[in-house]
């Protein structure tokens, strides 16, 4: 199944328009945490906000299936 990763956050929405072929949501919710934790490395080096932002995996029907808060991915203690 194909799953987008639509990236939304205080300074606007990024829609991902090319997806990937995953075998599962579980897989999807996988990756998406992955590249959340990549991106809030780089959104702390250059002191912007990581609140509110988030990806939405959806469907190539556009329904959204499963979200990831940018701020879930990190651990403070």
Partial sequence: MRYFFHMRSHD???PDN???ELA???IARREAEKSAREMVAELVTRQ?????TRFEIA???GRVLATVQFKD???LA
Avoid: A, P
């Avoid at 912007?48 to 509110?52: K, L, M």
């Fill in 48 to 52: 912007e906000r990581i609140d509110g």
């Fill in 18 to 20: 090319d997806g990937l």
């Fill in 59 to 61: 469907d190539d029907q």
């Fill in 73 to 75: 991915v990190i651990k």
């Fill in 12 to 14: 606007g929405d990024e």
């Fill in 24 to 26: 599962s949501l579980e």
